[in-house]
């Protein structure tokens, strides 16, 4: 029998604390002080320009929290916060703070929760509004959290017996799904929508992997742009799961239309167990997209299959993306 605890509902509520003790330590890059500083507090402190005090009790509170360890009243990073919460590593994802924690995410949830639940969903158009500026913020902040799935499809997308020559790349954000494509393939033009704000950031990262002249942008809703027909490739990277099942059969269904005969999309996406409380990562995402669109879901296996359908793709498959916890669904 499961102990009888208060402690997971206290947990819960004073969860802002742990989010409040990890913006304060990337911030002031704590982890590659303490690497660099054999973790003796006096020079951590030193380093980051703090008090000794409030490092020592941050470090404290981080060794509690499970991000350090502390013997000899030294710390020392474990194996996963060296990887990827250290600047010198190239898995580095410190960055990813800017958005998922932004001021405008955390108010997102904590204002007032009761008003998405009872709306089923959030009040207004939530990040969903026209050139919301937070989609820049996760442009840029998302770039290594993402990097590892965009090159493995790129991969998985060279050893097509053949390759795509035209790709589109439907709300790019960071673009880096179509520049790793373009990286991977060579000769393969592509086209990447968004809001003009976070395309030039997209243009900047196919610019620094040396592909801007097979790279081209299109500005405006993916809803309303006409971006062209005879793709043999379409990318829906984290994109459906912020609309409701008869918006993407409307997207999926203008997609189809403008893929190539043969051609395939491709959406990325947290795709939850037909019981939605597994896996735990993918179901949780539900609540992410309760809070922050009006309609938007982690759909099933079963769901994207019937929206595919709907759209009239003849085929759809989804498929695993590890390490990442999100999945692969391919529309044929």
Same mark, same amino acid.
């Given at each position: 029998?499961?102990? +009888?605890?208060?402690? &997971?509902?206290?947990?819960?509520? %004073?969860?802002?604390?742990?989010?409040?003790?990890?913006?304060?330590?990337?911030?002031? !890059?704590?982890?590659?002080?303490?690497?660099?500083? #054999?973790?003796?507090?006096?020079?951590?402190?030193?380093?980051? #320009?703090?008090?000794?005090?409030?490092?020592?009790?941050?470090?404290?509170?981080?060794? /509690?929290?499970?991000?350090?360890?502390?013997?000899?009243?030294?710390?020392?990073?474990?194996?996963?916060?060296? /990887?990827?919460?250290?600047?010198?590593?190239?898995?580095? %994802?410190?960055?990813?703070? =800017?958005?998922?924690?932004?001021?405008?995410?955390?108010?997102?949830?904590? !204002?007032?929760? +009761?008003?998405?639940?009872?709306?089923?969903?959030?009040?207004?158009?939530?990040?969903?509004?026209? !050139?919301?500026?937070?989609?820049?913020?996760?442009?840029?902040?998302?770039?290594?959290?993402?990097?590892?799935?965009?090159?493995?499809?790129?991969?998985?997308?060279?050893?097509?017996?053949?390759?795509?020559?035209?790709?589109?790349? +439907?709300?790019? $954000?960071?673009?880096?799904?179509?520049?790793?494509?373009?990286?991977?393939?060579? $000769?393969?033009?592509?086209?990447?929508?968004?809001? #003009?704000?976070?395309?030039?950031?997209?243009?900047?990262?196919?610019?620094?992997? $040396?592909?801007?002249?097979?790279?081209?942008?299109?500005?405006?809703?993916?809803?309303? /742009?006409?971006?062209?027909?005879?793709?043999?490739?379409?990318?829906?990277?984290?994109?459906?799961?912020?609309?409701?099942?008869?918006?993407?059969?409307?997207?999926?269904?203008? +997609?189809?239309?403008?893929?190539? &005969?043969?051609?395939?999309?491709?959406?990325?996406?947290?795709?939850? =167990?037909? !019981?939605?409380?597994?896996?735990?990562?993918?179901?949780?995402?539900?609540?992410?997209?309760?809070?922050?669109?009006?309609?938007?879901?982690?759909?099933?296996?079963?769901?994207?299959?019937?929206?595919?359908?709907?759209?009239?793709?003849?085929? /759809?498959?989804?498929? &695993?993306?590890?390490?990442? &916890?999100?999945?692969?669904?391919?529309?044929?």
């Amino acid at each position: 029998m499961d102990d +009888v605890s208060p402690q &997971p509902f206290i947990d819960a509520v %004073m969860a802002y604390q742990k989010t409040a003790a990890m913006k304060a330590a990337i911030a002031l !890059d704590l982890f590659t002080a303490i690497a660099g500083e #054999q973790g003796e507090v006096e020079r951590i402190a030193r380093r980051v #320009q703090a008090s000794e005090r409030g490092v020592r009790i941050l470090c404290d509170y981080l060794t /509690v929290q499970g991000f350090l360890q502390k013997e000899a009243q030294r710390y020392r990073l474990t194996p996963s916060t060296e /990887v990827f919460l250290t600047v010198s590593s190239p898995a580095w %994802m410190g960055s990813i703070v =800017d958005f998922l924690a932004a001021p405008e995410m955390i108010s997102q949830w904590l !204002d007032d929760p +009761v008003a998405f639940v009872r709306n089923g969903g959030c009040v207004g158009l939530g990040t969903l509004a026209p !050139d919301n500026p937070v989609w820049v913020k996760f442009a840029r902040a998302m770039v290594p959290f993402v990097a590892p799935t965009a090159q493995g499809i790129a991969q998985q997308v060279s050893a097509w017996a053949k390759p795509p020559k035209r790709v589109l790349d +439907v709300a790019a $954000g960071h673009g880096l799904f179509g520049v790793s494509i373009a990286k991977a393939v060579p $000769g393969a033009q592509v086209v990447a929508t968004d809001w #003009q704000p976070v395309l030039e950031v997209a243009q900047e990262n196919a610019a620094a992997a $040396g592909v801007s002249a097979r790279y081209r942008t299109l500005a405006g809703s993916a809803f309303d /742009v006409d971006w062209g027909k005879d793709f043999d490739l379409v990318l829906l990277t984290n994109f459906l799961h912020h609309f409701d099942a008869s918006t993407c059969v409307q997207l999926l269904s203008k +997609v189809r239309r403008s893929l190539a &005969p043969g051609g395939r999309a491709l959406a990325v996406e947290f795709v939850p =167990d037909e !019981d939605r409380v597994s896996p735990p990562f993918a179901a949780a995402f539900s609540f992410v997209m309760l809070a922050s669109t009006p309609s938007g879901d982690a759909y099933t296996a079963r769901e994207f299959e019937q929206m595919g359908r709907d759209a009239g793709f003849a085929k /759809v498959s989804v498929a &695993p993306l590890p390490p990442s &916890p999100q999945s692969l669904v391919v529309f044929e």
